[in-house]
């Protein structure tokens, strides 16, 4: 194992305490769109933004927030841009 | 080769630099803090995180890259006497038994050590961090013929150890990936 794959382990080691001991950096409203996203994922693979747009949970958020958190969520890992080739559609990734 | 030595300066380095927060800096703290607690062993024993962490990402090859650090440890705290038989068998009990323990666990179908196709389990590494401790303070107070008492010491200090060890990690990589 090289230098920078061991100190990939332990962060990745540090990032199983984080989420399990619920202190991942998510803003309040980053984790209300995660929540949304999650929920919404139930009925389908993929989320829109606009269905997340509308959620009652984001509902209040303005869109540059909106945005900013979403691009934030999908920077951390938490949401990733579908493969497909239409854009505005993320999918959920399970907090590991 | 470069490799080994450079795990072997990076763990003895951590070994050394956790030992000494917790002789020279929080164990004088205790001492004013709890000056009624009779015990030597430190309450919170940071190596014991660092033996564990170096066991789990670098398997039976910590033993070697921990043994220069351990040896100058205990070489600093007890002088000549770490030619005691006791101490010699102390220090080969602190290099082995964290490797000892995942290998055996691993054997048993638990396998804990990194691997890219799966996330690692925090809290299985500290129940292996309990094992150990509880196999290291067994066999050091034996070594040792220390009292029952210190048993509890060791392991109340070993698992703070562990934990806030890896809960300065934890605070590191977040400093270092804000700053980054």
Known sequence: MTEISKLAELRKLM?????????EELSPVERDIYYAAEELSKDSREVRTYGLIEHTLVQSVSRPTFFRALKSLVQKGYLSQSGNANRGRYVVNDPR | MRSWASDTFYASLAYIGASFLTF?????????????????????????????????????????????????VFATLGGSDVFLTSRLLAIFIAVTTAPA?????????????????RAPCWACIMAV?????????????????????????????????????MFGLFFAFRYFEHKG
Do not use: C
């Not at chain 2, 055996?104 to 691997?115: E, H, I, R, S, T």
């Not at chain 2, 008492?149 to 070993?158: P, W």
């Open chain 1, 15 to 23: 990032q199983s305490m984080e989420r399990t001991l619920g202190l």
């Open chain 2, 24 to 72: 020279w800096v929080l164990m004088p703290m205790q001492n004013v803090f709890f000056p009624e607690y009779p015990s030597r062993a430190s309450l919170l024993f940071l190596p014991h995180g660092v033996r564990v962490l170096a066991a789990w990402l670098l398997g039976w090859r910590a033993i070697l890259a921990m043994l220069p650090g351990v040896f100058l």
């Open chain 2, 101 to 117: 323990v995942f290998y055996l666990l691993k054997w048993l179908g638990w396998d804990l050590f990194p691997a890219a196709d």
């Open chain 2, 129 to 165: 961090g309990v094992i150990t401790s509880i196999l290291v303070s067994g066999l050091t107070n034996l070594a040792f013929g220390s009292a029952t008492a210190e048993y509890f010491a060791f392991l109340i200090g070993d698992l703070s150890g562990l934990l806030f060890l």
